[in-house]
């Protein structure tokens, strides 16, 4: 095995084929059964003694079948020294059997049995549409899956030059872990941006022009026939880490305005790149493609690219994962092309933008991936339009009650600048990503993926709710009274009112109040805006 794996990978590879579960190789005959997990992933690797010219180009897959008869044909992939490997993902619990096919005789017709056991209690599978509500998304075992994401684009080359160990990858999405975020956008591969840096960056938190790149040679002099596979054993690593937290890998295929030497569009050389991505990662059930992050901003390619990536990507992926394109004209103008809609929109009054959006773009979930805010730190990156964390938080929740979902940069680890640990810096300078994990309370206490949005029920401010007499309410920090627009059927009921604080995470005590004809609430002091959990008596009807 390559010694540049994880440490639990560098084991002696068996000559036979043999199957890894979690992170260790076991021999798969007869006389020893496998018990992969479902959901999990788990992997076949068979060793060779003749190898092609160019070993990537040899077909290579599986088809698996269960005891009901259900069947998945998995492509694999060339993992250098002489081994293939297939990543397997069981959908159920229960036998698995498996019959490989290649033009290479060493590796076609293989077979074996998998044992497959119940998914532990944590292990809720991929990321779907959820069927029952079309702005939202679900895991496979059917629990809500609420996107609040976080861009790293450069999270690939934290550790990627520790061939032992990812300590800082580890540190830092720890780090976003604990803090509420549950989907992370990044980079395959990015090289170096083109904009100026800031004199004062320190020279240990600076990741442009890393020394690694994903195709033979280096980004200056590339050799764009050749796959380097240690790049991509390397990247595994990140990949793996975020599933094990819960978080889902938004994996940006491509990426044009960041200095990367990439081989021409649609040549033998793109194609081979592209296609070894997906045949190497669909396996991961934490995993969402995204074809290129602004896929159509650099005249790079046009929309036929871009379709063909997309019916290329589909006819390989075996699990189909989601797919989106980091692009709003893409989106906005190829909806039926795409499972969920990535827009940049930095207009300042947010909401009524995003709610214009989901009227432009039915029937599809909306994730607002740059919304002009960049959170300040203790080097300027990007500015954006907004750089205070309190702005950019009241941009987040904005997407939120519009019914779309929102992501957060941070200056300190959106590019090629990253601080893996936050703690090295001085308190002013730290990121406010426990604003974040306020909102993930939020979102989990009231299930705000089933509340519906666009209604009007106030004079001011915007609302969530589920038509049943619970109503949420973001109350803009300019307000100091907020009028409520409630059934005239509940007059002279009484109301129940909490008041939720996005920057420190707190609930008031609930408190009652009538409903008059015209109701009104005080809104309680401090800096920002405020959000109120109101509860009224449903309507009889």
């Known amino acids: 095995m390559n010694p540049m794996r994880l440490p639990a990978f560098a084991l002696h590879l068996l000559l036979a084929s043999c199957v890894v579960i979690g992170h260790s190789f076991v021999h798969a005959d007869e006389a020893s059964p496998q018990t992969p997990r479902q959901r999990e992933v788990t992997e076949l690797r068979f060793q060779v003694d003749a190898l092609a010219d160019n070993p990537v180009d040899t077909p290579f897959s599986a088809t698996f079948t269960d005891e009901a008869g259900q069947t998945l044909k998995v492509p694999g992939f060339y993992d250098g020294d002489q081994t293939y490997c297939i990543r397997f993902t069981p959908s159920a619990a229960g036998k698995w059997t498996y019959q490989t096919a290649s033009p290479n005789t060493e590796l076609n017709a293989q077979t074996g049995t998998l044992n497959v056991a119940a998914a532990a209690d944590e292990r809720r599978g991929g990321i779907e549409l959820d069927p029952s509500n079309d702005r939202q998304f679900q895991f496979q075992n059917g629990d809500r899956y609420y996107p609040i994401a976080f861009e790293c684009d450069w999270l690939f080359a934290l550790d ?86 819960g978080i889902a890998a938004h994996l940006m295929v491509y990426v044009w305005n960041k200095r990367v030497n990439w081989p021409e569009a649609n040549s033998d050389a793109d194609n081979r790149y592209f296609d070894y991505v997906v045949r190497r990662y669909q396996a991961y059930p934490n995993l969402i493609w995204d074809i290129s992050k602004e896929a159509l901003g650099y005249g790079h390619n046009d929309v036929t690219y871009i379709h063909g990536r997309i019916k290329r990507l589909r006819e390989l992926d075996a699990y189909q994962r989601l797919i989106t394109v980091h692009d709003y004209g893409y989106c906005r103008r190829f909806a039926d092309k795409i499972d969920f809609v990535s827009v940049q929109l930095w207009q300042s009054e947010l909401y009524h933008v995003m709610r214009e959006v989901c009227k432009n773009i039915p029937g599809k979930p909306i994730l607002n991936i740059e919304h002009g805010g960049y959170e300040k730190g203790p080097y300027v990156v990007f ?62 206490k009231y299930d705000l993926g089933n509340l519906i949005a666009g209604d009007k029920r106030s004079n001011a401010g ?73 509860n009224h008596p449903v309507a009889s009807e």
């Open 160 to 245: 990627a030059e520790n061939a032992g160990d990812i300590p800082k990858t580890r540190q830092f999405v720890d780090t976003l872990a604990e803090n509420g975020f549950n989907q992370v956008v990044l980079n395959v591969f990015a090289y170096d941006v083109k904009w100026a840096k800031d004199d004062r960056l320190d020279s240990k938190y600076e990741y442009g022009s890393p020394n690694v790149y994903p195709f033979a040679g280096d980004n200056e002099s590339p050799d764009h026939s050749k796959l380097n596979i240690e790049y991509f054993q390397r990247l595994d690593r990140v990949i793996e880490y975020l599933d094990q937290k």
């Open 383 to 444: 500015s954006g339009n907004y750089t205070s964390p309190e702005v950019c938080l009241e941009r987040a929740y904005q997407c939120v009650f519009a019914g779309t979902f929102p992501t957060h940069y941070w200056q300190g680890a959106a590019w090629n600048v990253i601080v893996p640990d936050i703690t090295e810096l001085d308190p002013e300078d730290r990121p406010r990503l426990d604003y974040y994990r306020h909102l993930q309370t939020l979102v989990e």
């Open 462 to 534: 915007f609302c969530l709710h589920n038509d049943k007499g619970q109503i949420l309410y973001y109350v803009p920090k300019e307000n100091d009274f907020l009028g409520l627009r409630l059934p005239s059927e509940v007059r002279g009921q009484t109301m129940n009112l909490t008041w939720f604080n996005p920057f420190d995470g707190t609930f008031s005590e609930t408190t009652q109040q009538k409903i008059e004809q015209w109701p009104a609430v005080k809104v309680p002091g401090g800096d920002g805006f405020r959000i109120l959990i109101l």
